[in-house]
C-alpha cells in the first residue's frame, strides 16, 4: 500500500516534485498503462488542491475514449478537434483554458466545471490519448500545471505497456 502525501503546504513547483517522486514509487515494479493509469488519476485527484474531475481518454481509432477517472460521471466518448480533449489531441500541445465557458465547443460533462487542462500522451510521436483535469475555480491551471502534468504523462509513458491499445 501507498501513503499519499499532501502538497497543499508546498509551492506548485514542489508539490509537482513530491508528486512524480509518489507516483515513481508507485510505478515501481508495474507496468501495466491501465493499472498506472488509474493510480495516477487517484493521486492526483486526491492530492491536487481545488479539482473535481482527473482523469484519462484514450486513442482508439479517431475518437477519444473515456478511460480511468476520479470524479462525477463523464462523456465517454470524444471526436478528435471537439471540446478541449480533442483539441489538445489534434494539436498534439497542452491546452489550459482559464474559462470553459469561452472555449468554442466545450463539452459540458460536469456543469461545476469552469477551468481545465489537458495534456495529451505523446511518446516517440505516437498519440495514445490525453490526461484531462477540470476545477471548479475559474484560471485553476497555468504554465506550471502544464510542465508537472506533463512530467508525470512522460514518467507515464516511460514506465507503462499501452500495447493494449492497440492503435
Known amino acids: 500500500m501507498h501513503v499519499v502525501t499532501s502538497v497543499a503546504e508546498l509551492s506548485k513547483a514542489n508539490a509537482y516534485r513530491e508528486l512524480n517522486r509518489q507516483f515513481s514509487a508507485i510505478l515501481a515494479g508495474e507496468r501495466d498503462g491501465?493499472?498506472?493509469?488509474?493510480n495516477l488519476a487517484a493521486l492526483l485527484f486526491n492530492i491536487l488542491p481545488r479539482i473535481?474531475?482527473?482523469g484519462f481518454?484514450?486513442?482508439r481509432g479517431r475518437e477519444l475514449v473515456l478511460g480511468p477517472f476520479q470524479g462525477k460521471v463523464a462523456c465517454v466518448r470524444i471526436a478528435i478537434g471537439r471540446g478541449v480533449c480533442g483539441t489538445a489531441a489534434q494539436r498534439r500541445e497542452p491546452v489550459v483554458v482559464?474559462?470553459?465557458d469561452e472555449f468554442p465547443g466545450h463539452i459540458a460533462c460536469d456543469s461545476a466545471s469552469r477551468s481545465e487542462i489537458v495534456?495529451?500522451?505523446?511518446?516517440?510521436q505516437r498519440l495514445f490519448g490525453v490526461l484531462d483535469i477540470d476545477s471548479p475555480e475559474l484560471a485553476r491551471f497555468d504554465?506550471?500545471?502544464t510542465t508537472g502534468l506533463t512530467e508525470l504523462v512522460n514518467q507515464l509513458l516511460?514506465?507503462?505497456?499501452?500495447a493494449w491499445?492497440?492503435?
Not at 491501465?34 to 488509474?38: D, F, I, K, R, T
Not at 495534456?119 to 516517440?124: I, S, T
Open 98 to 100: 482559464p474559462d470553459v
Open 119 to 124: 495534456v495529451p500522451l505523446l511518446f516517440e
Open 52 to 54: 473535481n474531475w482527473a
Open 158 to 162: 516511460r514506465n507503462s505497456d499501452f
Open 34 to 38: 491501465l493499472a498506472n493509469s488509474a
Open 57 to 59: 481518454y484514450f486513442l
Open 165 to 167: 491499445l492497440g492503435n
Open 143 to 145: 504554465s506550471e500545471d
